[in-house]
């Protein structure tokens, strides 16, 4: 069974810290797939990114970046530079691939809070 | 834009009387889910559409069923809502296509009270 792991429930920062959230996963799955997505307030899931079992490739996209690696089974999320605005739920997600679309495994989420 | 949307984003309704919530999108999209999420839970998963393929989660309860008219619409239906179904009801769509381009998107919500 897959599984995802978001072992911090809250995390409140000051505006203009780092921070980083964690995700663990377990699968049994060869090829797979990971997300994250963002929940404001607003309460619609934004999706951020995806990244495939087979790229282990860091990626950054402005303030955001993911650090993947297979070794740890980890997906950690960092923002650079936090702002008010990054306040939400970040969810990270397994994928298990379907002929019927997918079918995703979300951890419990991660409430941030950035204070200003 | 292309889009999912959900109507209506915020719907009460009384014990026991049926209630639809409704999910179009504009994406073009073969896959439409429907998830129920509570407060500070994760999003769970009730059922799915491929097409018209109805793919059913084994432990959503008969209480909910969906139904698909068309590729751009999807309806969750609640025949007996209970108090326990209050929650934000969650659509979202994806491709269905080869296994890396298949990405949801989720519509914005539409929050369920139960009085």
């Known amino acids: 069974a897959q599984k995802v792991t978001q072992a911090q429930t809250e995390i409140s920062v000051v505006e203009k810290e780092d921070v980083t959230l964690d995700c663990v996963y377990e699968?049994?799955?060869?090829?797979?797939?990971l997300f994250w997505y963002k929940q404001p307030p607003s309460g619609e899931l934004v999706f951020l990114i995806r990244r495939n079992s087979f790229d282990e490739q860091n990626e950054i996209s402005g303030r955001y970046s993911w650090n993947f690696q297979k070794s740890t089974s980890s997906f950690n999320f960092t923002i650079t530079a936090s702002q008010v605005v990054d306040s939400a739920v970040y969810f990270c997600?397994?994928?298990?691939?379907?002929?019927?679309?997918?079918?995703?495994?979300f951890g419990e989420g991660t409430q941030l809070t950035v204070n200003p | 834009d292309a889009m999912v949307i959900q109507n209506p984003r915020y719907q009460v309704t009384q014990f026991g009387k049926p209630v639809t919530l409704s999910c179009s999108q504009t994406l073009n999209h073969n896959v439409m889910y429907w998830y129920q999420q509570k407060s500070s839970q994760a999003p769970k998963l009730l059922f799915h559409y491929y097409d018209k393929d109805f793919n059913n989660e084994a432990d959503t309860p008969d209480n909910f069923q969906s139904r698909r008219p068309n590729t751009s619409f999807c309806f969750l239906d609640i025949r007996s809502p209970g108090l326990g179904d209050a929650a934000m009801y969650l659509c979202?769509?994806?491709?269905?296509?080869?296994?890396?381009?298949?990405?949801?998107?989720f519509g914005p919500g539409t929050r369920l009270t139960v009085l």
């Open positions: 997600a397994l994928s298990e691939m379907e002929t019927s679309g997918s079918r995703l495994t």
């Open positions: 979202a769509t994806s491709r269905g296509g080869s296994a890396g381009t298949d990405t949801q998107y």
């Open positions: 699968t049994r799955d060869t090829t797979y797939y």
